[in-house]
DNA sequence: TCCCAGGCCTTGC
DNA sequence: GCAAGGCATGGG
């Protein structure tokens, strides 16, 4: 069991950021989330964050995933002069950090989630997972529970596009089966790709169908992190439009834009900017783990 | 019934 | 090169 303040790192608003789709509230204050290969159970409570994981475990994957060797508090206080709407988003969602999580399962997570919503991309991935991922088992709290692995781009390539439609995937399925062959062959290599700077890897992402502008800026930032990453969707480009009409000040933010577009889109889709209960829409009710 | 959801591909000019 | 139109599906 692992124990860290909840200052700096809110599971609470990166959950409902809807930057990595596995990671879900099991109950009041409760979360678990799914990533290469483990299950880790967490509990926020007032300032505190608890791991149900070794210290080993923290030390040796959770910390790097959290990205928690980065001070945020720098980040969060370029905003704070110059631009009252930002800093505004910067302390709605103080808590937010960049993941680093695995380049397929982001690349594969952000095709799904064109025109789609944040519960229905969950649902949509949690459907694959069961159907292609494979099955694991873990004991946090000594009471079994059963989740499943990301399915890797050999287990969906070749797959027929009518067996993923019967996932909810819509026309992203024929997305998903071209860009899993285009893995899985190397015709694009997600190896090279993680070695490569921003402007090629985007570049290179840019090759796989289902893949455009936005979904390979995501790719970057959730993937690669790549910090200077900014994906462009519809709650940025309607923030831009409304209070960046000269455009949004990149240069003060070069390093780390992508994490100010994070305060923003969180800020958007549940804070008061997004007004009409956008909070209440997005925030997932408890699930079951079975 | 219509509109929207973390867009992208194809077509026609 | 660029602007429209089409695309699955579920929820409000």
Redesign the pocket.
């Known amino acids: 069991m692992v124990k860290i303040s909840a200052q700096d790192l809110s599971i609470r608003q990166i959950s409902e950021?809807?930057?990595c789709f596995r990671l879900n509230r099991t109950a009041q204050d409760r979360y678990a989330l799914v990533a290469f290969g483990r299950y880790l159970e967490m509990e926020q409570q007032g300032g505190c964050l608890t791991l149900f994981c070794t210290q080993e475990e923290y030390d040796t994957v959770w910390s790097r995933y959290f990205d928690m060797e980065n001070d945020y508090a720098l980040y969060r206080s370029a905003a704070a002069d110059a631009d009252p709407y930002l800093a505004r988003a910067v302390s709605f969602g103080s808590g937010i950090r960049i993941l680093r999580q695995d380049v397929w399962e982001v690349l594969l997570s952000?095709i799904i989630?064109?025109?789609?919503?944040?519960?229905?991309?969950r649902k949509c991935i949690e459907t694959l997972c069961e159907r292609y991922g494979e099955r694991c088992s873990a004991a946090p709290g000594g009471q079994e529970i059963c989740y499943y692995t990301f399915p890797g781009a050999d287990a969906l390539a070749g797959v027929p596009e009518e067996d993923l439609?019967a996932c909810?995937l819509?026309?992203r399925s024929?997305?998903i089966v071209s860009t899993a062959e285009s893995v899985r062959d190397h015709k694009v290599d997600l190896e090279a790709v993680k070695r490569m700077d921003f402007r090629a890897a985007k570049s290179e992402l840019l090759k796989?169908?289902?893949?455009?502008?936005?979904?390979?800026d995501?790719i970057c930032l959730f993937g690669l992190h790549h910090m200077d990453a900014f994906?462009v969707?519809?709650?940025?480009r309607k923030i831009m439009d409304e209070h960046y009409p000269a455009g949004f000040p990149f240069e003060r933010y070069r390093g780390y834009a992508g994490v100010m577009?994070?305060y923003l889109?969180y800020y958007d889709?549940c804070g008061q900017a997004g007004r009409t209960g956008a909070a209440e829409?997005?925030a997932e009710k408890p699930t079951a783990q079975s």
């Not at 989630?113 to 991309?121: A, L, T």
């Not at 969707?233 to 940025?236: G, Q």
């Open positions: 950021s809807g930057q952000f989630s064109q025109q789609n919503n944040i519960k229905r991309i439609r909810g819509g026309y024929r997305y796989l169908c289902g893949v455009g502008e936005k979904v390979a995501c994906p969707d519809t709650h940025i577009q994070q889109f889709l829409r997005t």
